[in-house]
């Protein structure tokens, strides 16, 4: 039986790459805890139903917290407006929504009554989006 010594030598550059390498994956770890505490909260673009009071009136007031609740929150049947994106913060999404991003029940907010129902609605007519006329 023949044992084979593998022999590690380290030089300069072996060196030099790994301290390049710790000192990319620590910017990067940085950057996702931040954008954990800032999550993201979707609303409406009006500007695809210049004319539509409903339109405008939902993005002006509505909040989601994902892009799925902003999908069935339209305001009528055939909405063309589009879904924006934006940062909060984490504190700012659970008094908005009842809890962290992932975990809470509320997935709709209006900003015009500022408290969240018990069942996880922010109040307001709920639109058959499915149905088309």
Known sequence: MQLSV??????RRGVLRGFAAALAIVPGVRLRSSLAAAPRIYRFDARGCPGCKACQRHAEHKRFASLAAAEQG??????RCGVLSERIQLHEFAQMFGGRPLETTAQEFDLRIGTVNCDGSAGGL????GLAG
């Open 6 to 11: 593998v022999r590690a030598t380290i030089n």
């Open 74 to 79: 339209r305001a009528h049947v055939g909405c």
């Open 126 to 129: 709920k639109m058959p989006v």
